[in-house]
């Protein structure tokens, strides 16, 4: 969703002759399937992770034509009619599908002849899925050369493949001055400042996370995002009233990348786009929890790129923070990785392409 709202952004800022609409397809499809694809996956990741991690793999290697993969397109294309009428109704002159989902429902429309646009594929990790590769498709993006390099292993043509990074908002891409985004959420600009992320779901033990980090020494601020997490919010906001100054809570908020800009250092787990957001903003992270799977990818990548440390449990996340704190030399060289990896201008990239071959 993020990326695709990116994508949509950038048409309306870069591209004004350009009319993108964003359809989610999860407001398409049976309250029972939208809890398949959604509240069963956070369940999964959140209370069964390395059973989340084995559907993942075996997904990966599974054949299209085994009964199993037939029985969940069939269920796929049932429950989402509405969303292909949207689609035809919508009369795209090209589709870029940032989810595998779309992909492989038009794949098929593509085969019979039902679509007839360019449709595109962003992958939105540093990873690739099989599932991502899907028939018919005009050309994919992809977030590195390695993932690129690998799709072209499995087939692809080798035009097909665009190396453009993932799709952020604009707004990581603009320079933002630090002093006035900390007086924008109270912060002090000459405090080192943490910010901690749990993702947009606000999945995780977040609020013990923080009360462990709020007992070391040190003279530092932390930010602590909840999404839309309203019960982890409540958590946190009592913590603060018990640490007045020193903690600073918000759920869900659009205004990411000015927290991005106060921050030294981001705990988070590496999700795609927002490994990808600090990427672009310079932020150091350390990585956490990684979902079995995607996320697990993209901590290696990060972690061979040398633009982010990991932290397996609470007592190595305390080492790693107070590492930090004491090294700024070691933070300054995340900084500096970090800053060389981001692609603040992915979602441009992707609609020039996109745009060109029309």
Known sequence: MRAAEALKAH??????????????????????????????????????????????????????SSPGQKLRRAIERISTRPLRAAIR??????????????????????????????VWVQVTDFDLHSMWLQPHMHGYFAATEEIAYRMRTRGLAADAVH???????????????????AALFGLDPQRKTILMMSGGAGIGGLDKTVQRLLTLPGDFQLVALAGKNAAMLASLQELAAAHPGRLFPFGFTS??????????????????????????MGVPMIIHSPIPGQEE?????????????????????????????????LLQRLKQRSLALGKPDAGRSVLQTVLSKL
């Open 11 to 64: 048409a309306a800022i870069e591209f004004p002759d350009t009319e993108a609409v964003h359809l989610d397809a999860m407001d398409f499809v049976p309250a029972g399937f939208r809890a398949v694809y959604t509240d069963l996956y956070l369940h999964l990741v959140n209370r069964h992770p390395a059973l989340w991690g084995y559907v993942y793999q075996k997904s990966d290697t599974a054949l299209s």
């Open 89 to 118: 109704a919508a009369a795209p002159d090209a589709i870029i599908c940032t989810h595998f989902l779309p992909a492989e429902l038009l794949a098929r429309e593509i085969g019979k002849q039902r679509v007839t646009c360019p």
């Open 163 to 181: 190396v453009t990074g993932i799709p952020i908002m604009p707004g990581f891409g603009y320079p933002l001055e630090r002093q006035r985004c």
């Open 255 to 280: 205004q990411v990348e000015q927290l991005m800009a106060c921050a030294d250092l981001a705990i988070t787990k590496p999700g795609g786009l927002t490994t990808s957001e600090c990427l672009a």
């Open 297 to 329: 990818r993209n901590a290696d990548y990060l972690l061979e790129q040398g633009a982010a440390l990991k932290a397996i449990d609470l007592t190595a996340l305390e080492y790693r923070v107070r590492q930090l704190l004491q090294q700024p030399e």
